[in-house]
């Protein structure tokens, strides 16, 4: 069966700090993966999308950047953190109409 | 370009009640439409979707959604809500065309069951 795996669950980090969060699926292959940023316990944001090793695309410019180095492997960054980076991120992989998502990060930047 | 509405922030209902959530949706053609729970600190749980075919889909947990393509609505049904419903919902749109498979979510409805 399909799974992914998001981490870590909780991060508190300092304003101009760098970040990395990791989401990894396990089950299928080649599937389309994306990053959701939720603020404010409300609405899901797009942040970027993936539908291929090295591919991606951003949704929104901002102070975060993305990679997927592995088929199965989606990585959030930001070489500095700002306050207003603080959120639910929520990894997700898509195919075939079905998407699961992770079980998120919440990113508390002080 | 596609987006969904949930015109309420909040429904509130008394155990054993009748559930309904609201969601409009805008894509350039046809969509798949979505819905999905959330429990606090928690990831999104898939509910039910609508891909083609009946109208009325049927999904977890009794749930139950009616795809109208006049009105452009997905609206979330339960015809007896428990207080374990109280959670936040999210319906999401994906335009047929996309290949990229994006979802675009709503901003979310609070549902709150009563005892």
């Known amino acids: 069966s399909q799974t992914i795996h998001q981490w870590p669950a909780t991060l508190v980090q300092p304003v101009g700090s760098p970040l990395s969060l990791e989401c990894t699926v396990e089950g299928t292959s080649n599937p389309n993966l994306y990053w959701y940023r939720q603020a404010a316990g409300r609405g899901l944001q797009l942040l970027f999308y993936s539908v291929g090793i090295g591919q991606i695309s951003s949704e929104v410019p901002q102070n975060l950047s993305a990679s997927r180095p592995q088929d199965r492997q989606f990585i959030l960054s930001s070489k500095k953190l700002l306050l207003s980076d603080s959120g639910f991120y929520l990894c997700?992989?898509?195919?075939?109409?079905?998407?699961?998502f992770g079980s998120g990060t919440r990113l508390t930047v002080v | 370009a596609q987006s969904v509405a949930q015109p309420e922030d909040q429904v509130n209902v008394a155990e054993g009640n009748p559930l309904t959530v609201k969601c409009t949706y805008s894509v350039s053609g046809n969509p798949y439409l979505f819905w999905y729970v959330q429990y606090p600190n928690r990831g999104l749980q898939f509910l039910l979707k609508y891909i083609t075919g009946d109208n009325l889909v049927k999904g977890s947990y009794g749930f139950e959604a009616e795809f109208n393509k006049s009105q452009t609505s997905f609206h979330l049904k339960k015809p007896s809500a428990l207080v374990s419903d109280s959670a936040l919902y999210f319906c999401a749109v994906r335009d047929r065309g996309d290949s990229w498979g994006k979802l675009q979510f709503g901003a979310g409805t609070q549902v709150v069951v009563t005892p």
């Open positions: 997700a992989w898509g195919r075939n109409y079905g998407y699961t």
